[in-house]
């Protein structure tokens, strides 16, 4: 090749046009597949990315195995980047770390000695000052490599080779988990049992097509290094490993310690998987600080090796549940492990399994790794046969092939003449020492020719017997078990499950003391909340000139809601009410009420119910109760009114009637069906009038009667209410004689 050359065959200085959009889309579309296979997504087989593969595998060349020594990480970190890794030794280093924290991976691959770093998220000691060498798990995933187990591709520099994939006799994938972003996919798959892992393994060789219901009676779950308690559903989970995407939510274990008197403290011993401790208890001291959990005293971590937080409650009355429930929902005491098993098969082509599907690819590929070795050592059995035959040969013509050897000019041409003897037969009778003429090492050549004729026929019916291999197999699998069982210390599950509902908790009102109040509101505007039930509210006192407008029984538990005459409604937390001593505080210094503006209703919160309103133009609708909560002062605008026109009235939906009054004296009654449901708006026609405007209405039952309460308190029943029924925005007709004078249903405005 030319100096004007380059290696394409094109001219150093030539210029190759290409669209843009190609370029881009070639070149990040390498980039793309590069980084899906060689960096992010770990191989369904052995469950390793290529940089832990390549870690493994060079303290496999350096002989770092369990019984050894240990050996400085910058060696291995060193002989990783110079042969298999182009890449920062940073990285190569925090990739070797992880392989050794037992609180990141469940079964860890590389012992550690030294500062691997800790739970509160300190980071490890520098690698001069770290040593590692592998752990019988590490081991396991490397067992039968120089068996031709596996394929070998040149390294990156191509001056060596590196396997493509481990022999994976341990279930790496799903016993250690793997997390990882690639271009436009990622993969999260959170550690889980090995034992649980080897039984469903075990009844899927006998049972190929088993469903995956019955593989979750075998891997119960997420088996989580740091412990927890997982409070996903059954279903949610079924769902997940169905499909291969979903997540778990896990909570931190704890229990109640007794400190006397009465008082107790809450110690916290697991932390959900992958939180940092120390960023954790900042939380909750920040939660402290702020006053969002006004509930919590204090925090300290008394953690050693073992975790211990201990939690002080501001008092002994605050039940222990309630205090930890309102916790999980404001820190990281309780998390969610997402589930996205997302890798590469056997054929490195990405995609999603479900857990039928990465247990069998795991099954398969030990079934290779068995095929190619067993094939291996056939191999060198048949080679190793060759040679004895020759031996066996020379043995019984031992004059002849001395004669042949002494005075022939080409002994080796002769031997395989005359004996019809292979080269390397040759060969090997040619190499004989004549110590090895003995009669003794022919009787030891006879029973090694022997012993390996019989391992041939041995490995032959192997190679030719699916059942005998998945017998095999199944033995492999059964020795992991033991290894790794639920009696062992590694082996034993960390992470249990809680079939306990979650508790509703209301932040707002768990903590406060249930009892009975009274809430009463004045016509000028003033509220207080009295203790206990008023039965007469003529004992009740109040400013000169004022009297009660509303009074609502209720629980300091309770919302208060208020409706206004601007349509809008207030809510109004009621253990935060001002008491009963005086005559209380005005209303409108809690919420931004207009001058002009007055409440038309007072009523305790129930989010089930339905509510009628209406304005004194006529119009009116039905609204979800539900939805008229307000989050601020300036309350939520449901009943929109404007000019002169004001709301009236806010009643709940007690029947399937609805009764109008107008400020002329006619009654209409109508089907409640004819009325919407909205959410915000001026609503539609309630009763149509000449003069005036609506003055007040009402639901009731067809069966029970229309009904309408004096000023003293009685009720009467309107009789022949019939005649006033009709079709919604009608007119209706005069009320009958002895109805209210001030034309209302209900004079003390009840809800």
Same mark, same amino acid.
């Given at each position: 090749?030319?100096?004007?050359?380059?290696?394409?065959?094109?001219?150093?200085?030539?210029?190759?046009?290409?669209?843009?959009?190609?370029?881009?889309?070639?070149?990040?579309?390498?980039?793309?597949?590069?980084?899906?296979?060689?960096?992010?997504?770990?191989?369904?087989?052995?469950?390793?990315?290529?940089?832990?593969?390549?870690?493994?595998?060079?303290?496999?060349?350096?002989?770092?195995?369990?019984?050894?020594?240990?050996?400085?990480?910058?060696?291995?970190?060193?002989?990783?980047?110079?042969?298999?890794?182009?890449?920062?030794?940073?990285?190569?280093?925090?990739?070797?770390?992880?392989?050794?924290?037992?609180?990141?991976?469940?079964?860890?691959?590389?012992?550690?000695?030294?500062?691997?770093?800790?739970?509160?998220?300190?980071?490890?000691?520098?690698?001069?000052?770290?040593?590692?060498?592998?752990?019988?798990?590490?081991?396991?995933?490397?067992?039968?490599?120089?068996?031709?187990?596996?394929?070998?591709?040149?390294?990156?520099?191509?001056?060596?080779?590196?396997?493509?994939?481990?022999?994976?006799?341990?279930?790496?994938?799903?016993?250690?988990?793997?997390?990882?972003?690639?271009?436009?996919?990622?993969?999260?798959?959170?550690?889980?049992?090995?034992?649980?892992?080897?039984?469903?393994?075990?009844?899927?060789?006998?049972?190929?097509?088993?469903?995956?219901?019955?593989?979750?009676?075998?891997?119960?779950?997420?088996?989580?290094?740091?412990?927890? $308690?997982?409070? !996903? =559903? &059954?279903?949610?989970?079924? #769902? /997940?490993?169905?499909?291969?995407?979903?997540? %778990? +939510?896990?909570?931190?274990?704890?229990?109640?310690?007794?400190?006397?008197?009465?008082?107790?403290?809450?110690?916290?011993?697991?932390?959900?998987?992958?939180?940092?401790?120390?960023?954790?208890?900042?939380?909750?001291?920040?939660?402290?600080?702020?006053?969002?959990?006004?509930?919590?005293?204090?925090?300290?971590?008394?953690?050693?090796?073992?975790?211990? $937080?201990?939690? !002080? =409650? &501001?008092?002994?009355?605050? #039940? /222990?549940?309630?205090?930890?429930?309102?916790? %999980? +929902?404001?820190?990281?005491?309780?998390?969610?492990?997402?589930?996205?098993?997302?890798?590469?098969?056997?054929?490195?082509?990405?995609?999603?399994?479900?857990?039928?599907?990465?247990?069998?690819?795991?099954?398969?590929?030990?079934?290779?790794?068995?095929?190619?070795?067993?094939?291996?050592?056939?191999?060198?059995?048949?080679?190793?046969?060759?040679?004895?035959?020759?031996?066996?040969?020379?043995?019984?013509?031992?004059?002849?092939?001395?004669?042949?050897?002494?005075?022939?000019?080409?002994?080796?041409?002769?031997?395989?003449?005359?004996?019809?003897?292979?080269?390397?037969?040759?060969?090997?009778?040619?190499?004989?020492?004549?110590?090895?003429?003995?009669?003794?090492?022919?009787?030891?050549?006879?029973?090694?020719?022997?012993?390996?004729?019989?391992?041939?026929?041995?490995?032959?019916?192997?190679?030719?017997?699916?059942?005998?291999?998945?017998?095999?197999?199944?033995?492999?699998?059964?020795?992991?078990?033991?290894?790794?069982?639920?009696?062992?210390?590694?082996?034993?599950?960390?992470?249990?499950?809680?079939?306990?509902?979650?508790?509703?908790?209301?932040?707002?009102?768990?903590?406060?003391?249930?009892?009975?109040?009274?809430?009463?509101?004045?016509?000028?505007?003033?509220?207080?909340?009295?203790?206990?039930?008023?039965?007469?509210?003529?004992?009740?006192?109040?400013?000169?000139?004022?009297?009660?407008?509303?009074?609502?029984?209720?629980?300091?538990?309770?919302?208060?809601?208020?409706?206004?005459?601007?349509?809008?409604?207030?809510?109004?937390?009621?253990?935060?009410?001002?008491?009963?001593?005086?005559?209380?505080?005005?209303?409108?210094?809690?919420?931004?009420?207009?001058?002009?503006?007055?409440?038309?209703?007072?009523?305790?919160?129930?989010?089930?119910?339905?509510?009628?309103?209406?304005?004194?133009?006529?119009?009116?609708?039905?609204?979800?109760?539900?939805?008229?909560?307000?989050?601020?002062?300036?309350?939520?605008?449901?009943?929109?009114?404007?000019?002169?026109?004001?709301?009236?009235?806010?009643?709940?939906?007690?029947?399937?009637?609805?009764?109008?009054?107008?400020?002329?004296?006619?009654?209409?009654?109508?089907?409640?069906?004819?009325?919407?449901?909205?959410?915000?708006?001026?609503?539609?026609?309630?009763?149509?009038?000449?003069?005036?405007?609506?003055?007040?209405?009402?639901?009731?039952?067809?069966?029970?009667?229309?009904?309408?309460?004096?000023?003293?308190?009685?009720?009467?029943?309107?009789?022949?209410?019939?005649?006033?029924?009709?079709?919604?925005?009608?007119?209706?007709?005069?009320?009958?004689?002895?109805?209210?004078?001030?034309?209302?249903?209900?004079?003390?405005?009840?809800?």
């Amino acid at each position: 090749m030319s100096d004007t050359e380059t290696q394409n065959g094109l001219p150093a200085n030539s210029i190759i046009e290409e669209h843009i959009d190609d370029a881009l889309s070639s070149r990040y579309l390498a980039y793309a597949l590069s980084t899906i296979t060689m960096r992010a997504l770990p191989d369904v087989r052995d469950g390793l990315k290529p940089v832990h593969r390549r870690i493994l595998y060079a303290m496999r060349q350096l002989k770092l195995n369990p019984e050894g020594a240990h050996k400085k990480c910058a060696r291995i970190v060193g002989d990783v980047m110079g042969q298999y890794h182009p890449h920062g030794d940073q990285s190569i280093y925090d990739a070797l770390v992880k392989l050794s924290q037992s609180f990141s991976a469940r079964y860890p691959l590389v012992d550690g000695q030294g500062n691997f770093g800790n739970i509160d998220g300190d980071s490890a000691a520098a690698m001069r000052y770290t040593e590692a060498k592998m752990t019988a798990a590490g081991v396991a995933l490397l067992v039968g490599i120089d068996e031709n187990a596996v394929d070998f591709i040149a390294t990156y520099n191509e001056e060596d080779e590196e396997p493509q994939v481990l022999p994976a006799g341990f279930p790496n994938l799903l016993a250690n988990g793997s997390t990882g972003i690639a271009v436009g996919m990622a993969t999260s798959i959170p550690p889980h049992n090995a034992a649980e892992i080897c039984d469903a393994a075990l009844h899927l060789i006998k049972t190929p097509n088993a469903r995956i219901e019955t593989l979750m009676q075998y891997v119960k779950g997420p088996d989580l290094p740091t412990g927890g $308690i997982i409070i !996903e =559903p &059954k279903d949610s989970m079924l #769902e /997940a490993y169905k499909t291969g995407k979903g997540g %778990f +939510k896990v909570r931190a274990r704890w229990h109640v310690e007794d400190i006397g008197r009465g008082q107790y403290q809450v110690i916290v011993t697991e932390i959900p998987y992958q939180v940092q401790k120390s960023r954790l208890i900042e939380k909750l001291a920040e939660l402290i600080e702020t006053k969002k959990v006004p509930w919590l005293a204090d925090i300290r971590d008394e953690s050693a090796e073992d975790i211990r $937080i201990v939690l !002080e =409650p &501001k008092s002994k009355n605050i #039940e /222990a549940s309630l205090l930890m429930e309102s916790l %999980f +929902k404001l820190s990281q005491l309780e998390s969610r492990v997402s589930l996205n098993m997302n890798v590469l098969d056997a054929t490195r082509t990405p995609r999603v399994m479900d857990l039928r599907e990465v247990i069998q690819s795991w099954l398969d590929h030990r079934r290779e790794v068995l095929q190619r070795r067993s094939q291996q050592r056939l191999d060198k059995i048949e080679d190793r046969m060759e040679v004895l035959e020759g031996y066996r040969i020379a043995y019984l013509n031992i004059d002849e092939v001395i004669r042949i050897i002494r005075f022939e000019d080409e002994p080796k041409k002769e031997l395989i003449k005359k004996f019809k003897l292979t080269e390397r037969q040759a060969d090997a009778i040619l190499n004989m020492r004549l110590r090895a003429l003995n009669k003794l090492q022919e009787i030891e050549i006879q029973s090694e020719y022997d012993e390996l004729a019989a391992e041939k026929k041995e490995i032959k019916s192997l190679l030719g017997s699916g059942k005998k291999q998945w017998v095999i197999i199944s033995d492999e699998v059964k020795a992991i078990k033991e290894t790794y069982g639920p009696k062992t210390e590694i082996g034993a599950r960390r992470t249990t499950f809680s079939d306990e509902p979650d508790i509703e908790l209301d932040l707002a009102t768990a903590f406060i003391n249930k009892e009975p109040i009274t809430v009463v509101l004045s016509t000028k505007g003033w509220i207080r909340a009295m203790k206990g039930k008023v039965d007469d509210v003529s004992t009740l006192k109040f400013k000169e000139g004022d009297s009660a407008a509303f009074v609502v029984p209720a629980e300091t538990t309770d919302k208060i809601i208020l409706f206004g005459s601007n349509g809008k409604f207030y809510t109004l937390s009621a253990d935060k009410l001002p008491g009963g001593r005086g005559n209380g505080e005005p209303v409108r210094l809690m919420i931004d009420l207009e001058d002009d503006h007055v409440p038309v209703g007072l009523f305790v919160h129930d989010e089930t119910r339905e509510l009628l309103v209406g304005s004194n133009e006529g119009y009116g609708f039905r609204v979800s109760e539900k939805d008229i909560v307000a989050s601020t002062r300036g309350g939520k605008q449901v009943l929109n009114v404007k000019g002169d026109a004001e709301a009236v009235r806010c009643v709940a939906i007690r029947g399937d009637k609805i009764a109008c009054i107008g400020e002329n004296r006619k009654i209409l009654v109508f089907d409640l069906e004819e009325l919407p449901i909205m959410g915000r708006g001026k609503g539609v026609r309630l009763q149509k009038y000449k003069d005036g405007g609506l003055a007040d209405f009402t639901t009731f039952n067809a069966d029970d009667g229309l009904v309408f309460v004096d000023s003293a308190g009685r009720t009467n029943a309107v009789k022949e209410w019939e005649l006033h029924s009709g079709k919604r925005a009608g007119a209706g007709r005069m009320a009958p004689r002895g109805f209210s004078r001030i034309n209302a249903f209900a004079p003390d405005k009840r809800l």
